[in-house]
C-alpha cells in the first residue's frame, strides 16, 4: 500500500494475490519472506506503481513454477514498457516481445522468431 496508494486494501489484496500471496501471507513484515516471495513482493509493488517502464534483470531466476508463471501473466499485462534482461526464452516468449536489443553491439531490430533460439543459446 505504500508503493501505491491510490489503491484500496481490496484491490492492494487482490494484486498480491495474483502474485500468489493469500490469506495472512498478505499481512507478512517484508523481512521475513523468503528469497522467491521478496522477488514476488517487488514485482508485484512495481506493477502498482505509478512507473510507466520496468528494467527487469532475470525476473523469474529462483521462482518456483508457479510463482513464474503468476509473474510472467502479470508482467504480459503491464501497460508500460518492460525492458527485460533474461537467458529464459520462456519467460522472453511469454512477453511476447516486440522489439530486441542485441548486447554487446547495441543492434536494435523487430521480435523474430530467430531472436528466440539466439536467448536459448545464451
Request: glycine share 8%.
Amino acid at each position: 500500500m505504500g508503493a501505491a496508494p491510490h489503491i484500496t486494501a481490496t484491490e492492494a489484496r487482490k494484486v498480491l494475490g495474483s502474485f500468489l500471496f493469500t490469506g495472512d501471507d498478505v499481512l507478512k513484515p517484508a523481512g521475513v519472506l523468503s528469497g522467491g516471495e521478496k522477488t514476488r513482493l517487488s514485482l508485484a509493488t512495481l506493477v502498482v506503481s505509478s512507473a510507466n517502464m520496468l528494467l527487469l534483470d532475470e525476473p523469474t531466476n529462483n521462482l518456483d513454477p508457479a510463482s513464474r508463471e503468476e509473474i510472467l501473466d502479470a508482467l504480459a499485462h503491464y501497460e508500460g514498457a518492460v525492458v527485460l534482461v533474461s537467458h529464459d526464452e520462456g519467460a522472453v516468449m511469454a512477453l511476447n516481445p516486440e522489439r530486441v536489443l542485441i548486447l554487446p553491439d547495441g543492434v536494435e531490430d523487430i521480435w523474430g522468431r530467430d531472436y528466440a533460439d539466439l536467448v536459448a543459446l545464451a
